[in-house]
């Protein structure tokens, strides 16, 4: 009997707790339920908009490929619209800023990639665009803006070798030839089994810059040596032309004493005539 009012007993607390706590399970659940939805739903979501987003993507290549501008430009809108804030947006970016320079509108170019340099896409991108935009200022001759536009942050990412090779063609044209060294020095630092550049041509770029330019430590040792030689000389001839002087000095003062001497012994005779 008292087994059975046990069980009872706790069916009752069951019940009460149920009473009590019931509306928040279910309402958890619900919750619980609501969130994976809308998860699923979100996924759902960005797996149609980035769908979509590589079907134009693949549209505006074809248009690149063509050359067809002003589709192009529309599709680039599109993206731009729509799918700002997807991967194949900046892409899209990158291709017409190609588009526009197999066109020779290098101004438009450079517009394009400065907009993608300064927008939220993923840094990757930002210095791919950085990095075409240098180029582009070069072939503009706009090489101040090229030192401006990665002296700051030549060295911050990935592309920092990239960065110092196309730093140190700005400087060449600029003709700071120093600096040029210093940039393409930085640009050979990369390990060669991981390079992004090129470092043979970066090493050829760096030998052809002007002579005196690039001192290696033995040279600069030798030049050090010879310097010291120089002085060395110079020194010994000062002390030699000294002597000289000394000697021809008195060699005049031993001739007039003779002159005077004959002076004299001429009214010697003179006077006993």
Do not use: C
């Amino acid at each position: 009997m008292d087994d059975y009012l046990s069980e009872k007993e706790q069916i009752e607390q069951l019940r009460q707790k149920w009473s009590d706590y019931g509306a928040y399970v279910i309402v958890g659940v619900v919750l619980g339920a609501l969130a994976l939805f809308g998860y699923n739903y979100y996924q759902s979501q960005q797996r149609n908009a980035e769908f979509a987003a590589s079907e134009l993507y693949d549209t505006l290549t074809n248009h690149v490929v063509d050359g067809n501008v002003d589709e192009a430009e529309a599709i680039v809108a599109e993206l731009e619209a729509d799918y700002g804030d997807l991967a194949y947006t900046s892409q899209a970016r990158l291709a017409m800023a190609r588009l526009y320079m197999d066109k020779n509108r290098d101004q438009d170019a450079a517009d394009i990639l400065r907009q993608l340099m300064e927008s939220d896409a993923r840094i990757e991108f930002r210095s791919v665009a950085r990095l075409r935009l240098s180029k582009i200022l070069l072939y503009q001759g706009k090489a101040e803006e090229v030192v401006e536009l990665l002296g700051d942050n030549a060295g911050d990412t990935a592309f920092a070798a990239r960065f110092s090779d196309a730093l140190g063609d700005a400087y060449y044209e600029l003709g700071d030839f120093e600096a040029a060294r210093d940039a393409y020095s930085l640009a050979l630092i990369e390990p060669s089994q991981s390079a992004t550049v090129d470092q043979q041509f970066v090493q050829l770029k760096l030998l052809d810059l002007p002579a005196g330019t690039f001192v290696s430590p033995d040279e600069e040792a030798g030049e050090e040596g010879a310097a010291s030689d120089d002085m060395s000389d110079g020194a010994e001839a000062t002390t030699e032309n000294s002597a000289e002087d000394a000697s021809e000095g008195d060699d005049g003062s031993a001739a007039d004493d003779t002159a005077v001497d004959s002076a004299d012994d001429e009214s010697d005779d003179e006077g006993v005539e």
